[in-house]
């Protein structure tokens, strides 16, 4: 049976060797069947940034009450920083849909 220190070893390793393989894949793993990602907003006006196709930074982490959720998809998400927190969503082109 492995030790509590053994296991996160291996999930680091397993995270470094899949970020090898793949830069998104933190926001793989993160994501639901549905190929989703649940992202708090701290404003409704942040949140109407998303909805409006802007570019705007959300969390995957809820640090208010108040934080507005939505889920989002993937490939919406170019990155993610701060510890998997923070998770930078690009503006959408005039070609993308809203």
């Known amino acids: 049976m492995e030790s509590v220190t053994e296991i996160l070893k291996r999930l680091e390793k397993?995270?470094?060797e899949g970020l090898?393989?793949?830069?998104?894949?933190?926001i793989d793993k993160l994501a639901d069947e549905n190929?989703?990602?649940?992202?708090?907003f701290h404003s409704s006006k942040e949140y109407q940034m998303y909805l409006d196709g802007k570019s705007?930074?959300?969390s995957t982490e809820r640090f208010l009450h108040s934080d507005?959720?939505?889920?989002?998809q993937k490939d919406r998400i170019e990155k993610l920083t701060d510890g998997r927190t923070l998770?930078?969503?690009?503006?959408?082109?005039?070609n993308d849909e809203v």
């Open 35 to 40: 190929g989703e990602v649940l992202i708090y």
């Open 87 to 94: 998770a930078h969503i690009p503006a959408l082109s005039a």
């Open 20 to 26: 090898k393989v793949n830069p998104r894949y933190d």
């Open 68 to 72: 507005i959720f939505r889920n989002v």
């Open 14 to 16: 397993e995270r470094e």
């Open 56 to 58: 705007v930074i959300g």
